[in-house]
T-cell receptor, first 113, second 113 residues
Framework: GAGVSQSPSNKVTEKGKDVELRCDPI?????LYWYRQSLGQGLEFLIY????????KSGLPSDRFSAERTGGSVSTLTIQRTQQEDSAVYLC???????????FGAGSRLTVL | DQQVKQNSPSLSVQEGRISILNCDYT??????FLWYKKYPAEGPTFLIS?????DKNEDGRFTVFLNKSAKHLSLHIVPSQPGDSAVYFC????????????FGTGTRLQVTL
């Protein structure tokens, strides 16, 4: 596609439920990233996929968070047993190889009640 | 521990004047710095970058200055235009880890008529 596509754009869930957020990167971009922005904070790195290499999961805040990238394209970020502190905008980005210039999607706003 | 700091949450500038957005960092391993711009309901978009081997980079109305000894960088926009009104994020990456950007909390710029 022309840009990075994320869905859903908004998600409201109850504490304890699982959620899945989807990212469709720019075609041909081999690198895919997940960041999140909590209220009043900067963007926080979560996870990075590059080609067939093992993902860099060093930013995932807890083992309730996981992500996968199928076929080197679409990625899903899963949050299990959501907590109120998980409320944030989750941003996906992609780039051509390992590069600093990322193209971001519009984000998925998650609200945990 | 905020490694990239944008101490001004907001800035208001008159159209045609210069906008100066500041960013400080604490990690001496950072060697590449970027500015991203974000409009409401959109993802951040890349604006301009600078490598630590330079002290200035210019692109049209946008100039980024880097003072390594002070661990400080700034973004100058001149002349400012109403369309520049957005949130500006400073970001940095460490040597060898281009994939993992550390972002500041952002400065909201409003350019008034």
């Amino acid at each position: 596609g022309a840009g990075v596509s994320q869905s859903p754009s908004n998600k409201v869930t109850e504490k304890g439920k699982d959620v899945e957020l989807r990212c469709d990167p720019i075609s041909g971009h081999t690198a895919l990233y997940w960041y999140r922005q909590s209220l009043g904070q900067g963007l926080e790195f979560l996870i990075y996929f590059q080609g067939n290499s093992a993902p860099d999961k060093s930013g995932l805040p807890s083992d309730r968070f996981s992500a996968e990238r199928t076929g080197g394209s679409v990625s899903t970020l899963t949050i299990q047993r959501t907590q109120q502190e998980d409320s944030a905008v989750y941003l996906c980005a992609s780039s051509l190889g390992e590069a600093n210039v990322l193209t971001f999607g519009a984000g998925s706003r998650l609200t945990v009640l | 521990d905020q490694q990239v700091k944008q101490n001004s949450p907001s800035l208001s500038v008159q159209e045609g004047r210069i906008s100066i957005l500041n960013c400080d960092y604490t990690n001496s391993m950072f060697d590449y710095f970027l500015w991203y711009k974000k409009y409401p309901a959109e993802g951040p978009t890349f604006l301009i970058s600078i490598s630590s081997i330079k002290d200035k980079n210019e692109d049209g109305r946008f100039t980024v200055f880097l003072n390594k000894s002070a661990k400080h960088l700034s973004l100058h926009i001149v002349p400012s235009q109403p369309g520049d009104s957005a949130v500006y994020f400073c970001a940095a990456s460490e040597i060898g880890t281009a994939s993992k950007l550390t972002f500041g909390t952002g400065t909201r710029l409003q350019v008034t008529l």
